[in-house]
Each structure stands twice: as structure tokens, then as C-alpha cells.
């Protein structure tokens, strides 16, 4: 079984690809993933020029990166002229799409719409030979890995993918791990590495969440069983990439970059205690 370590780079998105480089390398991971998005070096309207730029720069850096978070919809996926044949030809070879919105009332219809969008996104994956990978979230109609196994059942593994995600999945509730890596198996691509802390705030002890709140912190003090999510990973015999997501220390770079290599090093830790992670 096999790992890629990889850093999904939102927080950093100011660094030029030498620093997020020097980055990887500095925490101890494997590469980076290229956020295709507004506001960042690669756009959507810019990706045909700019992509390109980035995987040369990359190249240059030592880095190969094969894999892309975005927020593409399923009809700018299927579109002949949308992103993926660009992606492709640049060496990408999975891809984060865009989550499906939650839905308030007649929730069957919307998963429904959901999964006709998904066989539409299967076959634009396949045509182009990239994998899409869907990202279960918190505050979206995906919020467990059992949803996301109706989302893709039947659809084509090779080319569609889910991304386990423990700081978003405890937003909204908690199935055990390996509950959920069994069950999605072979369609379990990606980890997404956040975790959160719960806490109550007295002064709102009167409400109906009873002051409850969630924040991000890195998974040594967050409330995911790290050493449960590889096992569960270990057992379907993962081989994919885990994605370090820093949503914390959003003001200071250096605190962030130290608790990020501390949180790499506590995982490879526990990977490397665990048989043939």
C-alpha cells in the first residue's frame, strides 16, 4: 500500500511555486496539490497559460504534481470546453470537483439530481481518463461516507473517487472508520487531514445548540482517533493521497508552518508504527 503526502495550499495561496516548494519540503511532505480556483496563480479563465506555468515550475522544484482541488460543477466538467482536457495534457490526474449544496426540503430529489450529475461527471472523467474526486463536507448534501456511497455506487472506481474527510465529517456527526473506508473501498481515493475541537460558550448556554461551537485545530489536539482513520485506511488497502488542509493559525504564517510539520510528524508517526502503511 501506498501514500502520496500532499498539502492542499488555500492558506498559502500568496507563495510562489519556489516557496510552496520549499514549504513541502520543509514540513516533510511529498508534494503540493494546485488549487484551480478564482483568486489563486491557476484559474479556471487562465488555465490553459497558467497551468502549464505551474507544473514547469513545479517540474523545476523537484515536484510532480498530479492532483487538483477545484470547485468545477458537473456541467463544467462535462462541457467540451471546460477544464479537463487541459488538465489532462498538464500531467493531472485527479481532481477535487465542487461540492453538491445542501438541500432544506425534498431531499430525495436532490440526491437524486445529484447522482444523474455524478453518471454525467463519470463519463467526462473517463473520456478524458482523470479521476473526479467528490469530497464529503460539512454544511453540503454530502456530509458521510454513507451518503457519498449512494452518491457513487455503481460508478466507475477507476474514474471516480471520494475524499474521506475527519475535520468536516465531525461537523455533522460520526460514523467509525472503518465503517466508512469499508464501505467505500475502492472509490476511497483521498484523506483530507483536519480535525476539530468542540467547546461551550456559557453565555449562550440559553440557546438551542446549547452554546456548542466547533473550530479547527491540528489532529494532535482534535477530536478524530488518527490511529483508527489509518488502520481503516490500511485494511480497503488504501493508495491514494492524503491532503494536509492548515485551517488554523490563519494570521501567521510561522505558527501555521510549525504546527503543520508537527502534525505530518505525528501522522507518519503513527503510519510508520502501523504494518505495511
Known sequence: MRAVWSLFPKAFREYSVPQLAELVRSVGLDTTNVVIRKGFPVEETTIAESLPRFQQEAANEGL???????????????????????????????????????AETD???????????????????????????????????????????????????????????????????????????????DYCS??????TVTWQ?????????????????PVMAGVTNWHRVLDALNAIGFDGT????PFYEEQDDVRRTKKLAD??????????SQTSF
Open 242 to 245: 492524503i491532503v494536509f488542509m
Open 64 to 102: 510532480k504534481v498530479t492532483c487538483a482541488s477545484t470547485m468545477l460543477t458537473p456541467d463544467e466538467i462535462a462541457s467540451d470546453h471546460g477544464p479537463l482536457p487541459v488538465m489532462a495534457a498538464c500531467g493531472i490526474r485527479e481532481f477535487r470537483m465542487g461540492w453538491f449544496p445542501k
Open 263 to 272: 502534525e505530518v510528524a505525528y501522522l507518519r508517526a503513527i503510519s510508520d
Open 190 to 195: 483521498w484523506l483530507a487531514v483536519k480535525d
Open 107 to 185: 431531499i430525495r430529489s436532490a440526491l437524486q439530481a445529484a447522482k444523474g450529475d455524478m453518471d454525467r461527471v463519470a463519463a467526462a472523467a473517463a473520456k478524458h481518463r482523470i479521476k473526479a474526486i467528490y469530497q464529503i463536507h460539512h454544511n453540503t448534501l454530502i456530509t458521510s461516507a454513507s451518503a457519498a456511497y449512494n452518491l457513487v455506487r455503481g460508478l466507475p472506481p477507476q474514474w471516480i473517487g471520494v475524499e474521506l474527510d475527519p475535520g468536516n465529517q465531525s461537523y455533522q456527526g460520526f460514523e467509525p472508520w472503518h465503517y466508512g473506508a469499508g464501505l467505500l473501498d
Open 201 to 217: 460558550e456559557n453565555a449562550q448556554i440559553g440557546e438551542p445548540d446549547k452554546g456548542w461551537r466547533r473550530r479547527f485545530e
